[in-house]
């Protein structure tokens, strides 16, 4: 059993739950702050909350396609439904603001091995601005997850959509054929150097198959005028290509020879299995052992093992304008700052696979599921700040870093994708207590 970095949640990391347990949890982690989402005025979210005077560098105050995904998701997934769909809206319409970018990748007449001319996935918030900074925005799974959670939300009626939007989903998919996302190289969740990723086809995958679905399902809402007809091909070649990609370097995450490329164990996997859904069984078996036996920690779990992103001493070893700076190109120079064993070990990762054997458990009633469920929320819950801490008592954090020989949370605290991680852990444990 882990030990919680506050003293607050030592209580609660015990044996077994009750109701009462599970309420009193929920009653803490909402009074201290921990599930605050506030939006800015157009309803998205920033990657991180309260920059400080000193941690303002880090850029964390702009907005992440990925990130206002999947903390909409979570919020939805804990019936915030509101909350999530005007933020997917706003991001609907930010894309629609620079479709530009669609266009021109469709007809040929950019160039995406550029990746400042593909659709940018890290943007000024407020303004709904492109930002001119150099960045990795060859990034197939931030438009995969968009594509996904648009089209799922659709499905089940919680967002009606505008013709705008409906032509915009058909642009994601014409635009993720045009650059043979399954044979294509991006930057991926971390947004570092390119490469063919398992994560990223099948993310990309995940939303060609939700659209598919909506396809079928809801085929009043393609119009005559859309000619979308024409284009199912189109749609159905992209999924077969990247099933048919995806099946051949699963369990890994890239198969590329290429040392800096090649890539055997990520944690970014796991996000297949949940909230995609698009490995399930064996192979998410296989996955899920992985990641436990090379990249799970004491305080968390490493994107991958040589991830050089918040090594040891990070803050000593690169100025504050070069510590979140665009490395995909030239990331040999900070991956020699690396001691192996001392990356960065991240709080993203555990409470979705909790959310994993919650599923599990609710689908099987096997007491080993609920035992792992309860073995990664415990360890979710033990990454909470210290009450002590410069950002605040039980606050999320991005991932815990070694400064002079000791793990202490890095300065994206909080990180909103991982309180939205954990808030869905905690409902996958109350529905398993019974409480839902």
Same mark, same amino acid.
Request: glycine residues 8%.
């Given at each position: 059993m882990p030990t919680a970095q506050a003293a607050a949640i030592q209580p609660f990391l015990k044996d077994s739950y009750t109701r009462e347990d599970l309420q009193k949890l929920e009653s803490l982690l909402m009074e201290s702050g921990t599930f605050e989402f506030p939006q800015l005025s157009n309803h998205l979210f920033p990657a991180a909350l309260a920059l400080q005077e000193d941690t303002e560098y880090t850029g964390y105050s702009n907005c992440w396609v990925r990130d206002n995904v #999947?903390?909409?998701? /979570? #919020?939805y997934a804990g019936g915030q439904v509101d909350k999530a769909v005007s933020c997917l809206k706003t991001l609907a319409n930010y894309f629609i603001q620079y479709r530009h970018r669609f266009?021109?990748?469709?007809? /040929?007449?950019?160039? +995406?091995?550029? +990746?400042?001319?593909? +659709?940018?996935?890290?943007?000024? /918030?407020?303004? #709904?601005?492109? #930002?001119?900074?150099?960045?990795?925005?060859?990034?197939?799974?931030?438009l995969g997850y968009f594509l996904w959670v648009f089209c799922r939300l659709i499905r089940v009626h919680d967002l009606e959509p505008t013709s705008e939007q409906m032509e915009l989903l058909g642009l994601f998919v014409r635009t993720l054929h045009a650059i043979q996302f399954w044979e294509d190289e991006d930057s991926g969740h971390w947004e570092e150097v390119r490469k063919i990723a398992a994560s990223s086809i099948g993310t990309a995958t995940a939303g060609l198959l939700e659209f598919s679905q909506l396809y079928d399902e809801r085929p009043e809402l393609f119009p005559e005028d859309m000619k979308f007809c024409e284009r199912v091909d189109v749609l159905e070649d992209a999924i077969t290509r990247g099933r048919h990609a995806l099946n051949a370097i699963l369990p890994y995450e890239c198969i590329q020879k290429d040392p800096q490329k090649n890539r055997k164990y990520d944690a970014a996997l796991i996000f297949l299995i949940e909230p995609l859904r698009i490995v399930q069984g064996e192979m998410a078996d296989t996955i899920l052992e992985n990641v436990k036996t090379h990249l799970q920690g004491e305080f968390g779990i490493r994107r991958y093992l040589g991830d050089s992103y918040w090594c040891a001493d990070y803050k000593e070893k690169l100025s504050p304008e070069k510590r979140t700076d665009d490395f995909s190109d030239n990331q040999a120079e900070r991956d020699a700052l690396l001691i192996p064993g001392q990356?960065?070990?991240?709080?993203?990762?555990? +409470?979705? =696979?909790?959310? =994993?054997?919650?599923?599990?458990?609710?689908?099987s009633g096997d007491e080993a599921d609920l035992k792992e469920q309860m073995k990664y929320f415990q360890r979710a819950l033990s990454q909470l700040t210290p009450e002590d801490s410069r950002y605040g008592g039980l606050k999320c954090p991005e991932s815990y870093y070694m400064e002079h020989g000791k793990y202490v949370p890095n300065d994206i605290t909080p990180l909103l994708w991982t309180q939205a991680n954990l808030l869905q852990s905690v409902a996958w444990m109350k529905h398993s207590v019974g409480i839902e």
């Open positions: #999947l903390v909409s998701y /979570g #919020l266009d021109k990748i469709i007809d /040929g007449t950019s160039d +995406p091995s550029d +990746p400042m001319q593909r +659709p940018h996935i890290r943007f000024g /918030g407020e303004g #709904l601005a492109e #930002l001119d900074q150099q960045w990795a925005h060859a990034q197939n799974d931030a990356e960065a070990q991240w709080c993203i990762f555990d +409470p979705i =696979i909790s959310v =994993i054997y919650g599923r599990r458990y609710a689908e």
